[in-house]
């Protein structure tokens, strides 16, 4: 089982995540913000990635260092759950609708930390949610776990429904890539390394 329990404590967080990729879409989620554990359970549940993730972090100061601190360690879990990445598609691509909003998330599991990050929003909240949060949660993930991602909104008006639209389709982008394929022998890589 492709799994990995990762910890990490600076004087802003303390988090600790159990994160199982071959899963079900299970999920216990803490970070402190609500909008957030929302988002990250919709990751789970449309990527099958199981997560017990508890975060205490400074959220008096305010929301930034709990989802970037986050970003990092998911990062760093994801790719640790990928193992020697033998067999695995390495390429995701998916839209995802979400009323009238619709994004388009693509990641090439490369070994190179790219981030595209094309949204643009009409409200800076979301709720209490800072939306800046979001490319900054796919920045911190993006260099830890090492992987090329392109988000690109297509059409949306409603804050909610984009970020929603973009963490479904970030999990089912991120399942298809990850997936091992009977096909596949070795890495998918004319080096031979990703």
């Keep these: 089982m492709r799994k990995a329990n990762v910890e990490r404590k600076t004087l802003e967080t303390d988090i600790k995540l159990l994160f199982q990729m071959d899963g079900q879409g299970k999920y ?8 957030f554990d929302h988002m990250l359970q ?11 993730l508890a975060c205490k972090g400074d959220l008096a100061v305010d929301n930034h260092h709990t989802v970037e601190d986050v970003g990092i360690v998911l990062g760093k879990a994801f790719a640790e759950a990928l193992g020697d990445k ?4 390495r390429y995701g691509t998916a839209y995802t609708p979400m009323d009238e909003s619709l994004s388009m998330v693509s990641v090439d599991i490369s070994g190179r930390p790219y981030l595209h990050y094309n949204v643009s929003f009409q409200n800076p909240y979301a709720g209490k949610f ?10 911190a993930f993006v260099n830890h776990a090492r992987i090329t ?6 059409c949306g008006k409603n804050t909610h429904h984009i970020i929603e639209s973009i963490f479904k389709g970030f999990g089912r982008a991120l399942d298809q890539a990850s997936a091992i394929q009977g096909r ?10 990703i």
């Design 28 to 35: 216990e989620i803490d970070t402190g913000i609500g909008f």
């Design 42 to 52: 919709l990751m789970c549940k449309h990527g099958f990635f199981d997560m017990d």
């Design 86 to 89: 033998a067999g695995i598609a």
């Design 130 to 139: 800072e939306t800046e949060l979001v490319e900054e949660f796919f920045r």
């Design 149 to 154: 991602l392109h988000i690109h909104l297509i």
């Design 184 to 193: 596949i022998h070795g890495i998918l890589s004319s080096k031979g390394l």
